[in-house]
């Protein structure tokens, strides 16, 4: 009987391959034991079958953002809107093209979080890139919502909420405001503080009974279902 090795050092044995190129190789879903993709380099085999595939190639991931479409019953716990993140919950025809891999779900972070009571776009990220665009700058992104009201709106109120209102005793400044149909707004608005919408919408006569983000910067959730998630195309940029 074979004794047991790591799968990578079985590859680079079995292959005209480095350790490390096998590592590579296994982490990019391209090998098959007995049938099965293993992503595991330290996966142990023995006597079963390896297969590389005819197109791998030796290259490190590149880290994963993900765009999740949160819906409003999740909260603000980073921890349950993670656990939206599976296989089974990946759109169908993600128009990103990416191979979903295991690693794609590791030490992704949440930046930008959701208010309790809003439901919509989130991001998950690996990048460091993306990391540092959506922590240093969050508060020159601008966020796109569309807010469901009720109520009667000032005279002047939606001049109002596009400037001239104060929030904690501080001018808020200018954000883009508009109708989007008879009970729905649109705001477009950069630094949104946690109550700020509800606090302004309050201002002008008008009550939030709904909210959803729809972009961050330059990245729009699209027709992302609730619950969905979908990887951020490799050209795409906050």
């Not at 950069?190 to 009974?209: D, E, F, N, R, T």
């Amino acid at each position: 009987m074979t004794v047991p090795v790591r799968l990578a050092k079985r590859l680079a044995e079995t292959r005209p391959c480095s350790r490390r190129e096998a590592e590579l190789y296994i982490a990019g879903g391209w090998v098959m034991v007995d049938g099965l993709v293993v992503e595991e380099p330290q996966f142990m085999v023995s006597e079963q079958k390896i297969e590389l595939h005819p197109d791998a190639r030796p290259t490190p991931l590149e880290p994963a953002t993900i765009l999740l479409h949160q819906p409003a019953d999740t909260g603000m716990n980073p921890g349950a809107a993670l656990q939206l993140i599976r296989a089974e919950t990946r759109v169908a025809n993600d128009p990103s093209g990416i191979h979903m891999l295991k690693q794609h779900f590791l030490r992704l972070v949440q930046y930008i979080p959701l208010e309790s009571n809003a439901s919509g776009m989130v991001i998950f990220t690996q990048d460091w890139r993306a990391a540092r665009k959506l922590g240093d700058d969050a508060a020159t992104l601008e966020q796109e919502y569309i807010v469901e009201v009720a109520g009667e709106l000032l005279p002047d109120g939606l001049e109002l909420l596009n400037h001239g209102l104060t929030c904690n005793g501080r001018a808020l400044p200018p954000s883009k405001v508009s109708w989007q149909n008879e009970t729905r707004l649109r705001f477009a608005l950069k630094g949104v503080q946690p109550g700020q919408i509800a606090h302004m919408c309050q201002s002008v006569g008008l009550q939030v009974l709904a909210m959803k983000r729809i972009r961050i910067g330059r990245i729009s959730m699209g027709k992302l279902p609730p619950g969905q998630w979908s990887y951020l195309m490799p050209q795409e940029r906050f």
